[in-house]
């Protein structure tokens, strides 16, 4: 391969430099607005299954005589909670976006040049985004799971109250 066809990468302008380092922090709020949500929808579903949750029993023997706590189907919607909390737990404890330290920043970044200094930042956020994206779909991804094991829990508490009566 001759050196012509060899693709050239033009340096960056001190123009194209500063867009880019702004997406990139941008790119890294967006990032962290992005996991705060994830874990508020997270708290607030796991919030709202408890309370559900609690009040299907106490609700059922404010109605019924003696409704049947041993049914496979009030199991089964305990179970199911159970998996919820589970899952909750897990993505809310697994893993985190990656942010630079202060140490980090004054040890390897505050030396440089300005403009050599908005190149490695714009590095850094770009080898963390990655990470920081496919960790928020995951925590996603188990939120969407709760909600899902919820309408389950919720069908089988149905079913329960039904057939305690």
């Given amino acids: ?4 066809s060899q693709p050239q990468v033009p ?24 996991w705060e949500s994830v874990h508020r929808r997270i708290d607030t579903l796991l919030s709202f299954v408890t309370t559900v949750t609690i009040a299907a029993p106490v609700a059922a023997v404010a109605v019924f005589d003696d409704p049947d706590f041993n049914s496979p189907l009030i199991v089964s919607a305990g179970a199911a909670y159970l998996v919820i909390v589970l899952l909750a737990l897990v993505a ?21 040049e300005e403009g050599d200094f908005k190149m490695g930042i714009i590095d850094w956020s770009g ?14 991804f188990a939120a969407n799971a709760m909600a899902l094991l919820f309408v389950v829990e919720a069908l089988l508490l149905i079913a329960w109250s039904v057939t305690a009566g």
Wanted: without cysteine; proline residues 3%; charged residues 30%.
């Fill in 127 to 140: 080898k963390n985004n990655a990470h920081s994206r496919t960790l928020i779909t995951r925590k996603h």
């Fill in 92 to 112: 809310r404890s697994v893993g985190s976006i990656q942010q630079m330290s202060p140490r980090e920043l004054q040890e390897r970044w505050l030396h440089l």
């Fill in 11 to 34: 340096e960056p302008g001190v123009a194209a430099v500063d867009l880019a380092y702004e997406i990139a922090v941008d790119a890294y709020r967006s990032a962290r607005e992005q």
């Fill in 1 to 4: 391969m001759t050196e012509e």
